[in-house]
């Protein structure tokens, strides 16, 4: 049976490439990490992969704004292959700086009838806290049709973000993205229910921690799969807590191919 192979994409900042790409191995992948001027040189080498991540950390420092340079340079070089590479039923997730650069590039929410204005349709801004926010959340499914997630299983990741607070152009956009079944995950508690903060860390509209586009085959969400894919990585892991609940992302996406 063919290898799934995985490209992470990374850049100036990027500082969980190495993190990813040790899940999808996890999870039976092979994982290539690429600078995006590669990418740049030789944007068709992306058909050479199943899946494409773009992996957390400062992208070019945030300059200007989270992800947002990385997300020009998405648009501007390769958006095309990009394209190209989702319609050919691939895989392609974003996690926290990566979920911005996919919400800025205007992949995500990705509603195709909103035409030109796409790129505008949402953005991440800072947390209502005003601050860097670094804990653990409860993440509640609320989509049926993506690919990389078990629908209806709660889980439990780290967050690590300064702007995180996912807001739309407009209440009819966020009804459309709910009507579509593209809210991936909502923050919740233990018992999953949503809530103020710290429930929800950083104020982000209806709760939402993570989207899909309308194929499912996009994933982006502000917390840290990468950072729990295995059980010593629970912080509770020494009082008998089942741990590693992000590793179930990267075996669903492997999965899909296999």
Known sequence: MPTVKVLILRTAGTNCDEETSHAFELAGAAADGVHVNRLIEQPDLLHNYQILALPGGFSYGDDVAAGKILANQLLHHFREQVQQFV??????????????VLVKAGLLPGLADEGASAVAQATLTYNDSGKFEDRWVYLQPDTQHCAFIEPGRRIYLPIAHGEGKICFANPGLLDKVKASGQVAFRYVDANGNPGPYPVNPNGSTEHIAGLCDPTGRILGLMPHPERHVCRTQHPRWTRGEDGGDGLAIFQNAVRYFV
């Open 87 to 100: 319609a050919a039923d691939k895989l392609l997730i974003g996690i926290c700086n990566g979920f911005q």
